[in-house]
């Protein structure tokens, strides 16, 4: 397969199944009261803050804001890319517990079981030692198969799906130490063989974004949900 060829594949997976589902689920699912665990006291102290005011509309915008512009669709992002790999055959679904995808690097010809992660800031302190137990368990567990005896810590790696080196958080740089940590252009290279193809998508989804037809969806969204909480009966918009 062509460089363009995968590039117009990936493009058009992530604008249909990541960003045109996304824009679906805003109407669907984050205009309905009923998706949110409202706590009155902290949601009237948000709408203050927000708007300086606390009002049905200042309380959607409250609850909608988050949900919308931050953790609906970077919490699934990443999960949503493993399962295009997988679909596009890009990569395998991993069978080995722990890891994510397999693929062949392009670069080393080696095999490589792979943790998916999003960006370079996605693990925290806490997270550094359970990951690395976990590669060592995985690949003790791995040398028991005859098939795998040469395995090595090197063919064991975190893939970051954007980012580079020099944003990578302290945390990584440990597991790197041990394990190889590929982030953005190296990853994207040695998942699909071609050298350029982290750049070339990432303009490749900028120019997708810009022609999306939003139809003013978000505005569509927010309404629904402010009419909702115009009409539910958790709170009173007759005290400030």
């Known amino acids: 397969m062509s460089e363009e060829t995968l590039l117009n ?36 102290y948000l709408s203050k803050v927000l708007v300086n005011d606390y009002t049905p509309e200042a309380v959607a915008k409250a609850l909608y804001y988050p949900r919308v512009l931050g953790t609906s669709i970077n919490t699934s992002f990443g999960t949503s890319i493993q399962k295009m790999f997988v679909i596009l055959g890009i990569a395998e679904g991993s069978v080995i517990p722990g890891m ?65 080196t020099s944003q990578l958080s302290r945390h990584y740089k440990i597991i790197n130490d041990i394990h190889p940590v590929f982030i953005g252009r190296d990853f994207w290279y040695r998942l699909t063989g071609f050298q350029e193809f982290y750049d070339k998508l990432v303009v490749a989804l900028h120019i997708t974004i810009s022609n999306l037809e939003a139809n003013d969806f978000f505005n569509e969204g927010l309404n629904q949900l402010t009419d909702e909480v115009t009409k539910s009966d958790l709170f009173e918009f007759d005290k400030l």
Request: hydrophobic share 35%; glycine share 6%; with cysteine.
């Open 100 to 164: 994510d995808i397999e693929f062949i690097d392009k670069i080393d010809g080696r095999k490589k079981w792979c943790q998916l992660k999003s960006g370079p800031n996605t693990i925290n302190s806490g997270d550094v030692k359970p990951m690395i137990e976990e590669f060592s368990k995985t690949i003790r567990l791995a040398r028991t198969n005859t098939a795998l005896q040469g395995v090595s810590n090197n063919d064991f790696v975190v893939g970051v799906l954007y980012g580079d």
């Open 9 to 44: 594949i990936i493009t058009e997976y992530i604008e249909k199944n990541i960003f045109k589902q996304h824009m679906a689920a805003v109407i669907r699912k984050h205009s309905k009261l009923r998706e949110y665990k409202i706590n009155p006291i902290v949601v009237k």
